[in-house]
């Protein structure tokens, strides 16, 4: 089978929805830590909550679309290590926000934190959740934060140092 030159329109589309709802979760979720506890920080836990879901659901379609579309191969010319590094760091790009989802929920659900939104009693809310989801949400976040920008920044580096129009791949038509 012979290797596209682009990924599929709906791979397209799903990774730029990613990446949007990736940065909006990011952010509201250093607005959450930066909060105190008081309505607003509810009112930033459900949105954070919300996205993230909907970063999990955008994770799963991907996943599927991975083993639905072919994909490009990466170029020979980039050498062993490159290729290297950009699958670790496109694996990073899956299991980090996967781990981020699950232990999102698992921390909203142990600690109650969606009930305690949901019924709006802030005052309730601990001021420190050291459950063990905890512990894997705190972790799993700066490891996406630094796959993403790895990502972005061999992006650019492919873009406008190897001038390989890497780019094109990933722009919709």
């Known amino acids: 089978m012979v290797s596209p030159k682009k990924y599929s329109r709906p ?3 799903l990774h730029w ?14 607005v959450l830590t930066g909060t105190p506890v008081s309505p607003e920080k509810l009112t930033a ?14 994770l799963i379609y991907r996943i599927i679309l991975l083993f639905k579309h072919a994909r490009p191969k990466p170029d ?14 496109h694996l990073l790009l899956y299991l980090a926000p996967l781990a981020l989802v699950v232990s999102g929920m698992g921390m909203s659900l142990f600690a109650g934190l969606m009930e305690l939104a949901i019924a709006g009693n802030w005052q309730a809310w601990p ?26 920044i061999a992006a650019l580096y492919h873009q406008f ?11 919709a038509a």
Do not use: E, Q, Y
């Open 127 to 152: 001021t420190a959740i050291t459950i063990p989801p905890a512990t894997i949400h705190g972790l799993a976040a700066p490891i996406l934060l630094a796959s993403f920008v790895l990502h972005v």
């Open 76 to 89: 020979p010319k980039w050498g062993m290590v490159i290729i290297a590094l950009s699958k670790l760091v």
């Open 11 to 13: 791979t397209i589309i």
């Open 161 to 171: 140092i190897m001038k390989d129009n890497l780019i094109a791949r990933m722009k």
């Open 17 to 30: 929805l990613f990446a949007v709802t990736i940065i909006a979760v990011f952010v509201l979720g250093k």
């Open 45 to 58: 836990f459900m949105a954070h909550a919300g996205l993230g879901a909907l970063t999990g659901l955008f």
